[in-house]
């Protein structure tokens, strides 16, 4: 993991440092190779895995890998595709790992030779587009499987950590006492009845206002809603079954037990949800049409 930051941190120094030298591809798009370790390039049916960081001639940042968390990667095709490649499918069949590449061009033939894109609507086609990219490997596809899985293990441990973070800051600067529980759910209870409690394997009805833990934006909120429990996000799973008919709470749920990073329609990627949860009722689940009855 410490390559992979530092190819991008030390890209500046490297810039300043290195020789650089022009290539070409064989379709005649040009680049420059700031970084040249000379190793093996990729084979048809390898992964070039890289990080990259593409910004604007006005100073703004499109794309950064390292903060977005994850490299990105290109299947190398075989040579029967070479006619039909843009510029930067080309480019990575010519380079190898530790490699560093820096590609400027005016923003119309950037989206078209480098993303294979049209520009984006309202753009301005005169600003010039730069990338800085650093090839993190080089691998075949099992291993290319391997490094996917332990990427996604680490960020997703990454993220459980901010968020906890993040709910323990939000608490502490609104002074809110809770209750931990084991998953990472931080939750009040605000009255309790004594009544019957749900298991995961039942249908609820519910009222509740969902909110977004940084901004306090309401996303979402229903006064009567049934529903089986099982076909609900983690955090619910979790946090509902805490409740008697009639008692509610406000539970504080980390991105990993929410959305994730996928995010969902109106919720974007790894969103620390905050829900006020009063429990109306507990239904029967129908197992065969998977509803509430």
């Known amino acids: 993991m410490k390559r992979i930051i530092l190819s991008l941190v030390c890209m500046t120094a490297i810039l300043a440092a290195c020789t650089k030298s022009e290539v070409e591809t064989p379709n005649g798009f040009k680049y420059t190779l700031v970084r040249n370790e000379e190793g093996s390039q990729a084979k048809p049916g390898q992964f070039v895995v890289f990080n990259y960081i593409i910004e604007d001639s006005k100073d703004s ?74 090839v993190v490997k080089i691998l075949d596809q099992d291993k290319f499987q391997e490094y996917q899985v332990s990427m996604m293990e680490e960020k997703a441990e990454k993220q459980k950590v901010y968020d906890a973070g993040a709910i323990e ?95 969902r329609r109106t919720i974007p990627p790894n969103s620390i949800l905050v829900f006020d949860v009063t429990l109306l009722d507990i239904l029967e689940y129908d197992a065969a049409t998977r509803s509430c009855k």
């Open 61 to 134: 940042v499109w794309m950064n890998s390292i903060k977005e968390g994850f490299p990105g990667a290109y299947k190398i095709q075989d040579s029967s595709a070479l006619n039909n490649e843009i510029g930067m499918q080309q480019l990575f069949r010519m380079v190898s790992e530790g490699d560093s590449v820096l590609i400027k061009r005016k923003a119309k033939d950037f989206f078209k030779n480098v993303m294979g894109s049209p520009m984006p609507p309202n753009s301005d086609s005169s600003m010039e587009m730069t990338c800085r990219l650093g």
């Open 169 to 263: 800051k939000y608490l502490k600067e609104k002074n809110i006492e809770t209750v931990q529980d084991t998953s990472g759910i931080r939750y009040v209870v605000h009255n309790s009845t004594g009544k019957e409690k749900p298991t995961v394997d039942n249908c609820v009805e519910v009222k509740y206002v969902g909110r977004f833990l940084e901004s306090g934006e309401i996303f979402d909120q229903n006064e009567k809603l049934s529903f089986p429990l099982q076909q609900v996000i983690a955090g619910w799973q979790i946090g509902i079954p805490k409740l008697g008919i009639g008692d509610s709470a406000t539970f504080f749920i980390p991105s990993g037990l929410a959305y994730g990073p996928r995010g």
